[in-house]
């Protein structure tokens, strides 16, 4: 099969690579559609001695697909499932990993930056970290879910606020504009506060209704206080 590896200094290479065979538990999926995330910007800038450390390693770590094989003992995912791939991983024995806080477990890691990735033909994963991914959902929709909107939603769950209130969210890149979404949809009155053009015109375009601050052009505090009512 063919990978992607992070070369340094802004390269790529295409490499041949054995396809991977699932051991217990685990799952191979066929890569339908796998993102790019603003981390693997980020390595794709890295110095070469950086990537020299990598061994080789395959990139990415957004990956939807469909379910090629599955190993001993999996239960819950079958061949020929459309699934998306949780993108952080565990050691899968810890208080943390067992309640499905895979990020908090002291040995965390994650795809593409401590085992292969799904920039290639195929993945292996832990049947553990397969999530069934719903026909109405396309591929694209779910790397979405794999990391930036479940980064989104992960911090909104968390915020002890209700349903009417003004949720504010200062950077409309991918997270932040996943972040503005998700809100919205949760029944927040959404605002946005950026300062590029490109990412202020893609809000606007995006967002059916709420508020976009240029941070350039007015004080985003004046403004949120006249929009929200002080609230």
Do not use: E, W
């Given at each position: 099969m063919k990978g992607v590896v992070y070369l340094g200094n802004s390269k790529v290479e295409v490499r041949d690579f054995p396809r991977p065979e699932p051991g217990p538990g685990q799952v191979v999926t066929e890569m339908k559609v796998a993102g790019l995330c603003g981390s693997d910007l980020h390595k794709y800038h890295s110095s070469q001695k950086w990537a020299r450390g990598r061994k080789g390693m395959i990139s990415g770590h957004e990956p939807t697909g469909v379910v090629a094989e599955v190993g001993l003992n999996v239960e819950h995912i079958s061949v020929?499932?459309?699934?998306?791939?949780?993108?952080?991983?565990?050691?899968?024995?810890?208080?943390?990993?067992?309640?499905?806080?895979?990020?908090?477990?002291?040995?965390?890691?994650?795809?593409?930056?401590?085992?292969?990735?799904?920039?290639?033909?195929?993945?292996?994963?832990?049947?553990?970290?397969?999530?069934?991914?719903p026909d109405d959902i396309s591929f694209a929709v779910g790397t979405q879910l794999a990391c930036t909107a479940g980064t989104a939603f992960s911090a909104l769950s968390k915020i002890p606020a209700h349903s009417g209130d003004t949720l504010v969210i200062f950077g409309l890149g991918p997270v932040g504009l996943a972040a503005l979404l998700i809100g919205m949809g949760m029944g927040y009155r959404g605002i946005g506060v950026e300062?590029?053009?490109?990412?202020?015109?893609?809000?606007?375009?995006?967002?059916?209704?709420?508020?976009?601050?240029?941070?350039?052009e007015d004080d985003p505090v004046t403004v949120i206080k006249e929009l929200s009512g002080g609230k």
């Open positions: 020929g499932d459309r699934i998306a791939v949780y993108h952080r991983v565990g050691c899968g024995r810890c208080a943390d990993c067992m309640s499905g806080n895979d990020a908090f477990c002291y040995a965390s890691g994650a795809f593409g930056r401590t085992r292969d990735g799904s920039h290639a033909d195929y993945m292996l994963a832990d049947a553990r970290h397969c999530l069934p991914l300062i590029q053009p490109y990412r202020i015109k893609l809000a606007q375009r995006v967002i059916g209704q709420g508020d976009i601050i240029n941070a350039q």
